[in-house]
């Protein structure tokens, strides 16, 4: 297990929620304050071909949202092309995924950056290798706290809290939970209640109720990341978020605070 990480793991209460959106946005969100943050998928299913290359749609959307060294194949060192869970993919694509190099990835990127924002594939308990080893699993070898990206319509309470309870029983922090595409004007009873009532279920904070960003387009040939960094700077409380994974502004890695 990989120890003393400064960073944060993005996972979602099911796959489509925004967690590709959430960790772009706050990775430009961090780097415009000066923070030499970084974000990886480990792995990505459903790759898209640019230029002949199978690429990892997610990787290649942070550096549309922000200025990146780095091309999309080297924030993503393993890429599937059915969109499917990574184990029934890699099994259909005859690859083979270990947890090592998903590890080792992540080592190298996160001994040159301040802050590593890792962003997992759909929920927690997908299946990476067989169906022994899941999302989890990746995230106990990281050692990164989580963020969880959740919906804020009927049916979030019980996908969160169940994400928050598997997590915690994996031993597992998390640092906090975003709810993606709220909409502020019209929120229902619904969506008004759910954020204090995970809160209070949860014991997790809620670190930001992020609306839906006008433009802003992740899939296909020309994304587009709209006013998407501003927006999180707006709507997610990153104070908080950073001292919850224990940032220390100044430090290269991370120092142990207590
Ligand atoms: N806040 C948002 N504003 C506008 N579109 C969004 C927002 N969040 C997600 N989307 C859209 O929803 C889809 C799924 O989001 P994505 O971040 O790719 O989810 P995940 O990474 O969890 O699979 C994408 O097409 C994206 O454009
Ligand atoms: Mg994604």
Known sequence: MLKNNIGLFITGTDTGVGKTVITAGLLGAL??????????????????????????????FYGVVTDLPYTSRELNPICLQAPLAPAVA????????????MMDHFRRISAEHQLTIVEGAGGLIVPLVGTEETMADLAVGIDLPLVIVARP????????????AYAKARGLKVAG??????????????????????KTMTGVPI?????????????????QAGDLISIIENYVNIDQLLMAIRYVPNHKKGVELN
């Not at 415009?32 to 290649?60: C, F, T, W, Y």
């Not at 939970?177 to 995970?198: C, F, K, W």
């Open 31 to 60: 780097r415009r304050r000066g923070i030499n943050a970084m974000a990886i998928k480990p792995i990505q299913s459903g790759g898209i071909l640019r230029d002949n290359q199978l690429v990892s749609e997610d990787a290649h």
């Open 90 to 101: 890699a099994e259909a694509e005859g690859v083979t995924i270990s947890l090592e190099t």
């Open 153 to 164: 319509n009927l049916g979030t309470i019980n996908h969160t809290c169940l994400t928050v």
């Open 177 to 198: 939970i975003i709810i993606n595409m709220y909409d502020h004007q019209n929120a229902g009873v619904a969506e008004r209640t759910n954020p204090s009532l995970i």
């Open 207 to 223: 670190l930001g109720l992020v609306p839906r960003v006008e433009g802003l387009i992740v899939e296909g040939d020309n994304p």
